[in-house]
Antibody
Framework: QVQLQQSGAELVKPGSSVKISCKAS????????MHWIKQQPGNGLEWIGW????????KYNQKFNGKATLTADKSSSTAYMQLSSLTSEDSAVYFC??????????WGQGVMVTVSS | QFVLTQPNSVSTNLGSTVKLSCKRSTGNIGSNYVNWYQQHEGRSPTTMIYRDDKRPDGVPDRFSGSIDRSSNSALLTINNVQTEDEADYFCQSYSSGIIFGGGTKRTV
């Protein structure tokens, strides 16, 4: 069965960076786009960008250019998102999600990132 | 880039029918598929409707999706509302990127 297992919660200091992971299993990792989505407490969903693990192509929401960097390791079927120059506005839950038939058919459990000194 | 606008909240009674709307600001609602997601508190979203009106396996047939061209909106209809339907509902479409509506909190 398809599973997206994300890394654990992070408490990080302002100005630092964090890298979170999303390990895929149960399907061919290189055949599907992997997207990342942000959700601030009590708020809606915000699309960050996607990566196609097959060739490493990426596309970002302009708002996250320079903030988020998406990578993928085919050998471990793991997608990564690095967030840099963190501020309190980056405190949120971050989801990875696979796209199939034009919708996010599987989601990770989410990673809570808290930016605090 | 268009905006998808959803009502902040809607309250319904058990057993009733509710229609959740998702209005596209510019351009034709039928130009790009709309998906609907349900999110319970503290959980990841799950797909209830994809490509306007398709229901994934395992989603009860009480849930249906449609397009209302007169209001340039997508609609998620829930018949015979149950307590487990109390959740947040997000619509989603795409343009040059992925666009989410702000979400509707549905309370029973």
């Amino acid at each position: 069965q398809v599973q997206l297992q994300q890394s654990g919660a992070e408490l990080v200091k302002p100005g630092s960076s964090v890298k979170i992971s999303c390990k895929a299993s149960g399907y061919t990792f290189t055949s599907y786009d992997m997207h990342w989505i942000k959700q601030q407490p009590g708020n809606g969903l915000e699309w960050i960008g996607w990566i196609y693990p097959g060739n490493g192509n990426t596309k970002y929401n302009q708002k996250f250019n320079g903030k988020a960097t998406l990578t993928a390791d085919k050998s471990s079927s793991t997608a990564y998102m690095q967030l840099s120059s963190l501020t309190s506005e980056d405190s949120a839950v971050y989801f990875c999600a696979r796209v199939r038939l034009g919708n996010f058919d599987y989601w990770g459990q989410g990673v809570m990132v808290t930016v605090s000194s | 880039q268009f905006v998808l606008t959803q009502p902040n909240s809607v309250s319904t009674n058990l057993g009733s029918t509710v229609k959740l709307s998702c209005k596209r600001s510019t351009g034709n609602i039928g130009s790009n598929y709309v998906n609907w997601y349900q999110q319970h508190e503290g959980r990841s979203p799950t797909t209830m409707i994809y490509r306007d009106d398709k229901r994934p396996d395992g989603v009860p047939d009480r849930f249906s999706g449609s397009i209302d061209r007169s209001s340039n909106s997508a609609l998620l209809t829930i018949n015979n509302v149950q307590t487990e339907d109390e959740a947040d509902y997000f619509c989603q479409s795409y343009s040059s990127g992925i666009i989410f509506g702000g979400g509707t909190k549905r309370t029973v």
